[in-house]
């Protein structure tokens, strides 16, 4: 009877073995399905980040080396551009035109006139002789003087005395005689201090002025 019991209970401890093997591989089992499950879920989806524009820095101006190893200079701007007023010129001074010969004059009387008479020639004598026949003519008449070498005679007169000038030439039997106003300076190399108060100047040149008789 002894005999008999031994192999049974090697049998159950086999069967309790067996089971014991087939529980823990239906735990791993049920252990690798719950992590296939858990692998198998989607992954969140992640924000998409937002893109932003930042303003963009302009870089500072760079000095580049030239070939002698010095930094080349950075260029000045342009300067702006300024409106350059022009200058007028000043205006030209024309001879005004001769009275006819035949046309009479409204002359002032003489003894209200001053004249100057300058001698721009190398004859000597000639402003004092012209000046003594203006004289004799009752013209109010100033210390002659000496001038620069001119060209010609010419007649100069201040303003509002142009009439007064062309009487003048033609009381000497000159009245085809340029006729200028006075300028400033004064011609001939005078000044207005010897000009004193004349309004009419008789400035000698080298032709029939210089060779009247005396």
Same mark, same amino acid.
């Given at each position: 009877? $002894?005999?008999?019991?031994?192999?049974?209970?090697?049998?159950?401890?086999?069967?309790?073995?067996?089971?014991?093997?087939?529980?823990?591989?239906?735990?791993?089992? &049920?252990?690798?399905?719950?992590?296939?499950? !858990?692998?198998?879920?989607?992954?969140?989806?992640?924000?998409?980040?937002?893109?932003?524009?930042?303003?963009?820095?302009?870089?500072?101006? @760079?000095?580049?080396?030239?070939? !002698?190893? $010095?930094?080349?200079?950075?260029?000045?701007?342009?300067? $702006?551009?300024?409106?350059?007023?022009?200058?007028?010129?000043?205006?030209?001074?024309?001879?005004?035109?001769?009275?006819?010969?035949?046309?009479? &004059?409204?002359?002032? !009387?003489?003894?209200?006139?001053?004249?100057? @008479?300058?001698?721009?020639?190398? @004859?000597?004598?000639?402003?004092?002789?012209?000046?003594?026949?203006?004289?004799?003519?009752?013209?109010?008449?100033?210390?002659?003087?000496?001038?620069?070498?001119?060209?010609?005679?010419?007649?100069?007169?201040?303003?509002?005395? $142009?009439? !007064?000038?062309?009487?003048?030439?033609?009381?000497?039997?000159?009245?085809?005689?340029?006729?200028?106003?006075?300028?400033?300076?004064?011609?001939?190399?005078?000044?207005?201090?010897?000009?004193?108060?004349?309004?009419?100047?008789?400035?000698?040149?080298?032709?029939?002025?210089?060779?009247?008789?005396?």
């Amino acid at each position: 009877m $002894e005999s008999n019991r031994a192999p049974n209970n090697q049998m159950a401890l086999k069967g309790v073995v067996l089971v014991l093997a087939l529980i823990a591989a239906g735990a791993f089992v &049920l252990a690798r399905g719950l992590d296939d499950e !858990d692998d198998s879920e989607p992954a969140a989806a992640q924000p998409t980040p937002t893109a932003t524009m930042e303003a963009e820095e302009i870089p500072e101006p @760079v000095e580049t080396p030239s070939e !002698d190893g $010095e930094a080349a200079p950075t260029p000045a701007p342009a300067p $702006e551009a300024t409106e350059v007023s022009a200058t007028e010129p000043a205006p030209a001074v024309t001879q005004p035109p001769a009275p006819a010969p035949d046309e009479e &004059l409204e002359c002032r !009387d003489p003894s209200t006139i001053g004249v100057l @008479v300058a001698n721009g020639t190398d @004859v000597l004598g000639a402003a004092g002789r012209l000046s003594g026949e203006l004289n004799a003519a009752n013209y109010v008449t100033l210390r002659p003087h000496n001038a620069s070498p001119q060209t010609g005679s010419a007649f100069y007169y201040r303003a509002g005395h $142009e009439v !007064d000038a062309q009487c003048i030439a033609r009381l000497l039997g000159e009245p085809e005689k340029p006729l200028w106003p006075m300028p400033d300076p004064p011609p001939g190399g005078l000044t207005l201090e010897s000009l004193g108060n004349a309004y009419v100047l008789v400035l000698i040149g080298p032709d029939s002025l210089a060779q009247r008789p005396g």
